[in-house]
C-alpha cells in the first residue's frame, strides 16, 4: 500500500486527484498538501498540510511526519501565469521540483510529477509530434517543463529515484477551474455555454491542440505510478493525450446540445503565441507500449460528461 504526499493539491488536478487515490489507497494513505487551508472534501476525508514546495523543511516535516513513500508533485505556475511572471514561474517550477527530488532522495520516495505538451516550441514538428523530438520552447513554462524532465531524468539515473511522469495535454475538468493555462478556454466554453448560451474564445480557429478529460488524467498518474518498472524503457517523458481539436470543433460539439450556443471571438495574441509554438497532436505510442495508456473519453463522450456534470454542479437545465 502507498502512502503519498501530494503536492499543490487544492488546483484542478490535485483536488480530483487526491479524492481518486484516496478512494484506490485509502483516505489516510493519500497526504493532500497545498499554501492555504482547504475547504470541503479534501478536508474532511484525509490528512492536509501546508507545504510551499519551495521550502524543502516543509515537504520533509511532511514526509516524516506521514512516513510518506512516494510524491505526486503537482505545485507550478501554469503557461499563461507564468508569461506574465517568469520570474515566479522559473522559481516555483524549477527550485519547487528539485526540493521534492531532493526530499525524495534523502528520505526513499518515489517522485511522479507531470511535464507537459509545453516542451514544445515552433520547431517541433507539429503533427503526431514524437516523443523524442525537437524540444526547444518558448515559454519560461516550457523550459522548466524540459529542464524538469531532464531532472527527474537525472536523480533517477544518479540516485536511483524512482520518477515517473507524462507530458499532459490541456486538461478538461468540471470540479475545479484550471490555474491559468493556454488550454483553459476548453474548460471555460462549458460553463459559459450552460450560463449564458455563448462564449468569446480568446484563440483563433484553427488552433488546435491536444486535450484529455479529468478522468483520463487521473488514470494516467495511477497508472504509471503502478507501472512495472522492468516494463518502462522511458520514465519522465511520456506523450499521452486523448483528442485533438480547435476551438470550432469543441463549439460544434457543445451545439449538438444546445442549439442556441454561439461562439465569437477576441483573440488574446500573448496566449495565441504561445499556442501556436504547441502540437497540434501528439503520438502516444510509447506510453501505450509500456503501460498500457488508453484513455476512454473523445470530445463527443467528454462533451455529454461535461454538460451532464456541470449543469448539476450549476443547477442549471440544458436538455
Ligand atoms: P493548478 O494551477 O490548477 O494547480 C497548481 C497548484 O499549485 C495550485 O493550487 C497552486 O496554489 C499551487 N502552488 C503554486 N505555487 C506553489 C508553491 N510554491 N507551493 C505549493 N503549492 C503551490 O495546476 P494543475 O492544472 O493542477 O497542474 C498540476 C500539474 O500538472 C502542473 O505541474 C502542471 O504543469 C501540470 N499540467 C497541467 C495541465 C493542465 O491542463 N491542467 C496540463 C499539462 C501539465
Ligand atoms: N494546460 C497547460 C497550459 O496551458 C498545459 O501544460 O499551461
Known sequence: MKKVLVTGALGQIGSELVMHMRNIYGNDNI???GRKKPE?????????????????????????????????HLAAILSATGEKNPAAAWDVNM?????VLEVARENNCAVCTPSSIAVFGPSTPKDNTPQETIMRPTTMYGVTKVAGELLCDYYH?????????VRFPGIISNATLPGGGTTDYAVHIYYEALKKKK????????????????????????????ADASKLIDRNAFNVTAMSFDPEEIAAEIKKHIPEFQMDYDIDQDIQQIANSWP????DSAAREQWGWSPKYDLSAMTQDMLDELSKKLNLQYK
Do not use: W
Open 31 to 33: 497526504i493532500a498538501s
Open 40 to 72: 470541503g472534501a479534501i478536508a474532511e476525508t484525509g490528512p492536509f498540510e501546508m507545504v510551499d514546495v519551495r521550502n524543502p523543511q516543509e515537504i520533509a516535516d511532511a514526509i516524516k511526519k506521514h512516513k510518506a513513500d512516494s510524491i505526486v
Open 95 to 99: 527550485n519547487g521540483l528539485y526540493n
Open 157 to 165: 539515473s544518479k540516485y536511483n529515484v524512482d520518477t515517473r511522469g
Open 199 to 226: 462564449y468569446t474564445c480568446f484563440l483563433d480557429k484553427g488552433t488546435y491542440m491536444d486535450m484529455m478529460y479529468m478522468p483520463d488524467a487521473l488514470n494516467a498518474i495511477v497508472d504509471l505510478m503502478e
Open 280 to 283: 497540434n497532436s501528439l503520438d
